[in-house]
């Protein structure tokens, strides 16, 4: 007797399901439907089958085009595209569009290789948080219009919103909402339905209608199912198209066979079944993720920086300068940005010579020349001279925070508490799973009904969504109090790398002092009111402290360049009315100091020595005045870290800064850009997790090196994206209590890991006796996850309080 013949499965080549009889066929694959087959066309048309892991045919087609007719056609308008458009030039043009069809790391893959598709495109980066793509392409090469209709050909046609300039802003999703209230709907005439079963004296009504109320509770138990938990469904799916267990797995399991026996019981009429259990269930787990959801979308507004964002910029008044912040910029003021500043909002080059960086924005490091009457745009940094320009467009402070977090600036550290919770939370659901198998197999052969309530009930309530709801909450709840301190960190991994640091290297000029408050005086050659008017010009185009303190001491007059360099580290050089002016070390001028009169005078004084065509004249002695705050600073940091100082200057302030620093820190003099970066990535080699304080673009190579580079700021704000928080002046006095206050908040971290931990165990011993039914389960597992909620913010509260922060 011949055995049968296997019966073989043919699964779908591009979403793994499987297959009809009738499947359809393209490049020797099998499809389950057309759009599995179009979409695997394009891909393979486009050579980017590596998707799937199989051979790839040969390139060089085009993608199928999509008709529509004009629907596009708006974006060849000039308005629309200036609009839209966050940086143009000749060779590149930038802009973020909102995707809302974007759901998995598929999109992302695909989204990201847009460059691909069509050879116009340079980059594409996906925020897949934010469903937002960020494009560049060339102008030359291809259109607006032409990489939004690639979009909407691949199935993600942009949402676009010509009312907000900038990023479109994606209409709030009131989902939750819905599915919240059919849930509960459907739940309570569930409930109210059940009575007969609950009531023994109802016994006759159940009798008499138990058959027809269990169909039509079935009837009110299907929307729940399709929509209601279908978000559920979604994300333990897609976690399984891509080999991953997910939280939403165990929850799918036992919704499904709450619903499943349920139908068994009520069709067989074997019993009332479990739906108001089923209902329940959805419901609880519903008003859970709702109020999740809730609370973090407010504490993410609470501590995005841009809300009280520090970066200022100087504005010209008919009273003269001022200093405001970018919230109060409006279109139509006329503004100052001097070398290395970041333009902050689109603007028309009015006076000066531009020479625009754009390399923060698109990544070409060349300057582009700007003359008057040219648009600047916003992110840019002004290369030379100081230039006035006057504002078009308010500033964007979103795209400011897109600069700030721009991949290129990212540490390539985790977030190690982060990726711990995950790691415990995917080893929890499998546990989970064991757990639930075993207490169905020890409760089957004995009690049936109390096997489906331990199963189900094992599901629910071990949920690590407490676990990984931990660290967020905390590390949010914290940016918000050191927001509120003027301290302004990039994101929660930088608290959480402050909380681990041992090392803090501070630079000297500026950070460690307060040049605000230096006494300034000249020896050498007596300059006249002209000369001392051209020495003020050529400081007030630079950024550095020193050269802005000399600025104020003689008068800031608005007067322009032909000729602007700033050498970091070493000084400045300009020329007006023919008249070439040098300021910086005595090297960059070619003086020599000890030929001047201040040699014997003040040895611990910063110097700015002062060249006029090239014939040194004397220089500027810079009395300097440690910030008041600093010996209370080092006194509580002294006991905990290494100090160390990184100065350019030289070693003459050596003993007062040993008086203050003690014996074990490390001074360092003479210290170019270079040198300090070179440093700093030393200490990182030797296993120190390194703080670096520092300001202007002196700092900049070791701001970007250390683990976290702080900008400290006084009047002016230089932004910088190479730094990863913000310190206020102001604020400097509590730089020891705000590490103190990052290690409380990992403590309070590693607790509310504790208290999930203790949760879970607690539940699980009950659930797995049974003492649990599973609508019991859905209540406890939210109010779970927001005791943990509640405890990581209250105990981050306590913490501030305690710190007086």
Not at 111 to 123: K, S
Not at 144 to 173: R, W
Request: proline letters at 5%; one cysteine or more.
């Amino acid at each position: 007797m011949l055995a049968p013949e296997p019966v073989t499965r043919t699964t779908c080549a591009h979403c793994g399901d499987e297959c009809a009889d009738d499947a359809l066929i393209s490049h020797g694959q099998s499809f389950c439907c057309a759009g599995c087959r179009t979409v695997y066309e394009l891909l393979a048309e486009n050579n980017l089958c590596s998707y799937y892991n199989v051979s790839e045919p040969q390139p060089g087609q085009k993608i199928p085009a999509v008709e529509l007719p004009g629907r596009f056609d708006y974006l060849d308008s000039e308005t629309v595209q200036t609009q839209l458009l966050a940086f143009r030039s000749d060779t590149r043009a930038r802009l973020t569009l909102q995707i809302p069809q974007m759901h998995c790391a598929s999109c992302i893959w695909l989204l990201e290789r847009l460059y691909q598709l069509n050879p116009g495109v340079q980059a594409s980066q996906v925020n897949f948080l934010r469903k937002e793509i960020a494009i560049s392409y060339n102008p030359s090469q291809t259109t607006l219009k032409e990489v939004v209709k690639l979009l909407a050909a691949l199935g993600y046609e942009p949402q676009i919103t010509l009312a907000e300039l900038g990023p479109a802003q994606a209409a709030p999703d009131r989902t939750i909402y819905y599915r919240l209230g059919l849930a509960a709907f459907c739940f309570g005439n569930v409930m109210l339905l059940a009575f007969p079963d609950y009531f023994s004296f109802t016994e006759e009504l159940a009798t008499n209608f138990g058959q027809f109320f269990g169909y039509l509770s079935l009837l009110l138990a299907l929307p729940v199912l399709a929509y209601s938990a279908r978000g559920f469904y979604e994300s333990a799916w897609q976690g399984l198209r891509h080999r991953y267990i997910n939280l939403d797995f165990p929850i799918s399991l036992g919704l499904s066979a709450l619903f499943l026996t349920s139908v068994h019981d009520i069709v067989s009429h074997s019993g009332p079944g479990y739906l108001d259990s089923f209902t329940g269930l959805v419901f609880f787990m519903l008003i859970g993720k709702w109020a999740q959801q809730h609370t973090y979308d407010a504490l993410r507004f609470d501590r995005d920086f841009t809300s009280y964002f520090p970066v200022a910029v100087t504005v010209l008044t008919p009273e003269g300068e001022r200093t405001t912040s970018v919230k109060e910029l409006r279109v139509g003021q006329r503004i100052r940005v001097r070398h290395q500043e970041v333009v902050p909002a689109d603007a028309v080059l009015m006076q000066g010579a531009g020479q625009i960086d754009y390399s923060f924005v698109s990544g070409e490091s060349e300057p582009v020349a700007k003359v008057a009457g040219e648009l600047v745009y916003a992110g840019g940094r002004q290369v030379g001279e100081s230039v006035e320009l006057e504002v078009v467009r308010e500033v964007s402070q979103g795209y400011l925070t897109q600069l700030w977090n721009n991949p290129v600036f990212q540490k390539a550290e985790k977030q190690t508490l982060e990726t711990y919770a995950n790691t415990v939370g995917r080893y929890f659901v499998a546990l989970t799973l064991v757990l639930a198998a075993g207490a169905m197999l020890y409760w089957y052969p004995r009690d049936q009904q109390m096997a489906l309530r331990a199963f189900t009930s094992v599901l629910v309530i071990a949920c690590p969504c407490a676990l990984s709801l931990a660290t967020p909450f905390a590390l949010g709840a914290a940016l918000r109090v050191f927001g509120r301190r003027n301290f302004y960190l990039k994101n929660s991994a930088v608290a959480e790398t402050l909380a681990r640091a041992n090392t803090i290297v501070f630079d000297k000029t500026g950070t460690l002092t307060e040049v605000s408050r230096s006494q300034v005086e000249y020896y050498g050659t007596p300059l006249t009111t002209q000369q001392q008017a051209l020495v003020a010009a050529v400081a007030g185009h630079s950024t550095h402290p020193l050269s802005q303190r000399l600025a104020q001491t003689l008068g800031h007059p608005a007067r322009l360049l032909t000729e602007f360099r700033e050498v970091p580290g070493q000084g400045v050089c300009g020329v007006m009315n023919n008249v070439r002016v040098k300021l910086g070390s005595a090297a960059f001028v070619g003086a020599n100091p000890a030929s001047t009169a201040s040699a014997e005078v003040c040895p611990g004084a910063s110097r700015v020595y002062v060249a006029l065509n090239e014939q040194p004249m004397g220089c500027y002695v810079l009395l300097n005045a440690y910030r008041p705050e600093l010996p209370k600073v080092l006194q509580e940091l002294t006991p905990s870290y290494n100090l160390v100082v990184l100065s350019g200057d030289n070693d003459a302030e050596q003993g007062r800064l040993r008086q203050l620093f003690g014996p074990k820190a490390e001074l360092r003099f003479f210290q170019s850009p270079q040198s300090k970066l070179e440093y700093v990535a030393e200490l990182q080699r030797q296993g120190r997790r390194v703080v670096m304080l520092g300001d202007g673009l002196n700092d900049a190579g070791a701001l970007r090196q250390a683990d976290v580079g702080i900008a400290l700021t006084d009047k002016i704000t230089h932004f910088s994206p190479a730094c990863d928080a913000i310190l206020d002046a102001r604020s400097f006095g509590q730089l020891g209590t705000f590490l103190q206050f990052s290690r409380s908040c990992m403590h309070i971290v590693l607790a509310t890991f504790g208290l999930s931990f203790l949760y879970n165990g607690i539940g699980l011993t009950l659930a797995v006796q049974g003492r649990f039914t599973p609508i019991v389960s859905a209540i406890l597992m939210p109010i779970s996850s927001l005791s943990v909620i509640l405890f990581a913010t209250l105990l981050v509260k306590l913490a501030a309080r305690r710190w007086k922060l």
